[in-house]
């Protein structure tokens, strides 16, 4: 089937996508758009959290089909050219990266979770964040770089 | 951090070693565009699938590939006859076929490839091949290998390394005796990205594989000999690594993918999904453990008798080693007279187990630190105090026979957890606490009723860089010259950097010993030789220690260079802040000057010292390079009606001899003991018959963001004088402490024995 829909402003489409495909997929083998992740590709881990129409998903649950005319931001549409935006950049300087796969996912569950809530408590931030699986860093630092990002704000 | 070391040398300059730059790669990695190995592609790829056997043991008694290999799309479908080379693979011993032959040994084993244009194409065309088999009874049970009457599942039997330790009297009189028999359950590395690569066929019957891995170039060995060529034509890059923790030591698509791309004359992509990770890859040893503590009525310890079963599943992987640390840290970081251990790796039908973050120092932590508290109880003493009366400091001679020539500050790290501020008490029954500060969260399981607080220590220790006469090196070339008006340094390795922050480390050490702030890390790959393992906690000790072995060979070399330039002597001259100056004349000349058109170019193959295998009767030798501890204070929670338990602290203090980059360092610690809660009050693979029951995030838990409590780090630098800058291995030693800590406090907060990890409600209730 052909796909259309728009990434991060732009209009783009996809031609011959299986039905059976996901918008991860989509977006990662057939947009040239990776930066979303593959880490359980069953709503589990939250590394390929992405916008759709504003609201956060695991694009590894949305079938392609179902991203008809929708508008889509992934984290690579999170930065204003070389301008990391302010939870990108808080993530580096905190040291909430390590081996980065989960990273993607939890800028964006961060981003979200900062339009709603402009200076999340410690709790409201793991409740936002529950849904972000991270095995290298232990958390605290993301909680660090959480706090960070709604100071820079 | 507390203290300082000696042995910086030179070259002031911002960002070098002991200062947090930002990480190199971490810009690409939050703005999503840092190529992870999932994340590559090629025109006209092809993407790769594996059949693996529904069976834990059997015997292949047909495989018809006919009805797949016409599926359109397919390129190709592979099976053992079609593997050129060695049809077996392994890290310490061949054991293990690319594809099954003959029989399967575990449930997940590979026993056919397929390639075609499509993921979906690959997985039908791949339920279209016709695998018979007869099925054989699983062996399941490690202590069923050694000693029972159970199939041999290789050449040789079922036990792939028995390790004893003999020290002192064998059978010495001690007051107090305290029993037990502890059990780990199988844990996951569960790193987050999937094994995957990408194979690249070189039109020349060789091929470039772009991989996630830990260790490049004894992934080299393993695809040349499976597949029967040189070296020269099995090229690796490492691709961004999405974690390891032990999980890519072994291959897992390697040979695969090459094949496919050999025989297709395509590039061939594989990527695991999360189910087939969980078969994809080997887990952390399940351990049954009977240990037996002797002691004086004041709690010094006479004697520990141990015996360790280590469950190696289908395949040897590192069992050997694994059995080896086991053993050789089998009584933890105390001082023991007389020491019996005995420590079994085995074969058996369950899934392949090998090299975890902590590698057999992790199951026996479980074991002798619950007896450390049963032997508190027994004579009376707090479980800090039993700790410190046995604890063991420089000069300790181990049950090896080995003297600890470095810091082991096991006393003090005690000390420092016991000064730390407990958390406030909890909310009272009835109350209005916040639920989320409760144990079952949101869930609303309890409002504080039932609700009981327990406190627990633990301490641990680990070897650091490989072992038992291993020639265990790293290779650093590092260049320098002028670029573009500025002085410039590259450093290349074979190390991979899974995540840790070796790439950060490596440029602070060439800022510190050059004073050269532009420093780039080129791609790691096998053009280079071999860096080892990033394991064992050794990248910072070895790659960091080649890469400054390097840099002083340039700095040298460039010094020598300057001197003759300048009519000085290289005594007096040295490199700070990118500028050349004398001792008496302070500032000579920028270093882009002194270069020129000149250019350094050093390769340094760098050693620790060595180390010796242990006497396979006595178990005696000086088999370790150093020694890393850390302690951990658990408090939680504990709904005792429902046994839901919450950590509601997890404080650390380690002592990491220098930290060369404080906020990786404490990064480490986190994270090392985020996994250690999560072996304590949650993560097994649940296995019923070989076979595991939760390959998945539904049924497989790992620590959220809700699970990890805040923690309190102390970070001790007592440096040690045999290592680069005084560096302690850094990245094991919290995984450690960390279990133990937490069932002991769940333990102080229910009363019960808790003799399994992980701890489950029903253990509890």
């Known amino acids: 089937m052909r796909l259309n829909l728009t990434v991060n402003g732009e209009r783009r489409r996809a031609d011959d996508v299986w039905e059976g495909e996901s918008l991860l997929y989509v977006l990662r083998e057939r947009l040239g758009l990776p930066g979303s992740k593959n880490a359980c590709e069953q709503g589990e881990c939250g590394s390929c959290t992405v916008y759709l129409d504003e609201v956060p998903a695991c694009a590894c649950l949305v079938a392609a089909g179902q991203a008809e005319d929708r508008e889509v931001r992934t984290v690579e549409g999170l930065a204003d050219g070389d301008t990391l935006d302010p939870v990108q950049q808080s993530f580096v300087d905190s040291g909430a990266v390590q081996c980065g796969f989960c990273t993607p996912g939890l800028v964006v569950a961060a981003h979200d979770l900062l339009r709603r809530e402009p200076d999340p408590s410690d709790e409201e931030i793991r409740e936002a964040l529950a849904g972000n699986l991270c095995r290298c860093t232990g958390y605290e630092k993301i909680l660090d770089a959480v706090h960070a990002a709604a100071d820079a704000r | 951090m507390t203290s300082t070391v000696e042995g910086r040398t030179t070259a002031a300059t911002a960002n070098g070693v002991g200062a947090s730059p930002a990480r190199p790669d971490g810009t690409r990695k939050v703005r999503g565009e840092f190529a992870y190995s999932s994340d590559l592609w090629h025109e006209d790829m092809l993407w790769g699938a594996t059949l693996r056997s529904p069976h834990p043991h059997a015997r292949i008694t047909g495989v018809d590939v006919s009805a797949a290999v016409v599926v359109p799309g397919v390129h190709a479908v592979l099976t053992h006859d079609d593997v050129p080379g060695l049809n077996r693979y392994g890290l310490e011993h061949p054991d293990q076929p690319v594809l099954a032959d003959d029989v399967v040994r575990y449930r997940g084993e590979p026993v056919a490839v397929v390639a075609a244009d499509h993921p979906e194409t690959a997985q039908r065309a791949m339920k279209l091949i016709d695998v018979t088999y007869d099925e054989l009874d699983p062996v399941t049970d490690a202590e069923d290998a050694v000693h029972g009457e159970v199939a041999e599942l290789h050449p040789g039997g079922n036990v792939v390394r028995h390790a004893p330790i003999r020290r002192g009297e064998q059978t010495p009189q001690a007051d107090v005796i305290v029993t037990g028999r502890y059990e780990v359950g199988m844990q996951d590395q569960a790193f987050l990205g999937p094994e995957s690569g990408l194979a690249v066929p070189d039109g020349h019957g060789g091929v470039d594989l772009y991989v996630a891995t830990q260790w490049l170039h004894v992934d080299q060995q393993q695809i040349v000999a499976a597949l029967g060529l040189t070296p020269e034509q099995v090229r690796l890059t490492l691709a961004g690594v999405g974690g390891a923790f032990g999980g890519r030591e072994d291959l897992s698509m390697q040979i695969h993918a090459s094949l496919l791309a050999l025989y297709t004359g395509k590039p061939v992509k594989m990527v695991y999904n999360r189910e087939e990770s969980f078969y994809g890859h080997v887990h952390r040893h399940p351990a049954t453990m009977y240990y037996e503590h002797g002691a004086t009525r004041d709690g010094r310890l006479v004697h520990v008798t141990a015996r360790i079963y280590l469950d190696g599943g289908a395949y040897a992987s590192s069992t050997g080693a694994v059995v080896g640390n086991a053993a050789t840290l089998g009584v933890g970081p105390y001082d023991v007279p007389n020491v019996s251990i005995d420590c079994w790796g085995t074969y058996t039908n369950n899934p392949p187990c090998g090299a975890m973050r902590g590698f057999g120092a992790v199951q026996a932590a479980f074991g002798y630190e619950s007896q450390m508290d049963k032997l508190a109880d027994a004579c009376g003493l707090s479980p800090t105090e039993v700790r410190r009366r046995n604890a063991m400091s420089e000069g300790t001679v181990m049950p090896t026979g080995q003297t600890v020539d470095s810091a082991a500050p096991v006393a003090e790290l005690l000390d420092r957890l016991e000064a730390m501020p407990l958390p406030a008490d909890p909310a009272p029954a009835g109350g209005t606490a916040d ?45 320098l010259a002028a670029v573009g008006g500025e002085p410039a340094v590259t450093v290349q390795t074979a190390a991979a950097e899974v995540g840790q922050g070796l790439v950060t480390i490596l440029q602070q050490i060439i800022r510190t010993e050059l004073g050269v702030d532009q420093v780039t890390i080129l791609p790691m790959d096998t053009s280079i030789g071999s860096a080892g393992s990033t394991s064992a906690s050794r990248q910072s000790y070895m790659t960091g220690g080649a890469v400054r072995a390097a840099a002083l060979k ?120 985020a996994q250690g809660l999560g072996l304590a009050v949650m993560e097994e693979i649940q296995t019923e018959g070989g076979v595991i029951r939760n390959p998945s995030f539904t049924d497989y838990l790992i620590p959220t963001v809700l699970d990890m409590p805040p923690m309190t780090i102390d970070v001790l630098e007592l440096a040690d004088p045999h290592a680069p800058y005084g560096l302690r291995g850094v990245g094991e030693p919290p995984t450690i402490s960390s279990t133990p800590a937490i069932v002991a406090a769940i333990r102080a907060a229910t009363g019960k024995e808790l003799l399994r990890v992980p701890v489950r409600p029903d253990h509890i209730v």
């Open chain 2, 554 to 673: 340039v700095r040298g070399a460039l010094l020598s260079h300057a001197a003759t330039r300048l009519s000085r002597t290289t005594a007096e001259l040295h490199l700070d802040g990118g500028k050349l100056a004398s001792v008496s004349d302070g500032v000579l000349a920028d270093l882009v000057d002194v270069l020129g058109e000149a250019e350094f170019d050093e390769t340094v193959e760098w050693r620790h010292r060595p180390t010796e295998a242990l006497d396979p009767e006595t178990g005696q030798g000086n088999a370790h390079v150093q020694y890393g501890f850390a302690a951990h204070r658990a408090v939680v929670d504990v709904d005792v009606e429902l046994g839901i338990v919450k950590v509601v602290s997890l404080d650390c203090a380690q002592d990491v001899g220098t930290a060369l980059n404080p906020q990786a360092v404490v990064g480490q610690i986190q994270g090392g003991s």
């Open chain 2, 435 to 479: 639920l989320r500060t409760l144990p079952g969260g949101v869930s609303n399981t309890t409002h504080g009723e039932g609700v009981v607080r327990g406190v627990g220590y633990a301490v641990g220790i680990k070897n650091i860089c490989f072992s038992e006469g291993f020639d265990d090196y790293s290779t650093a070339r590092v260049r």
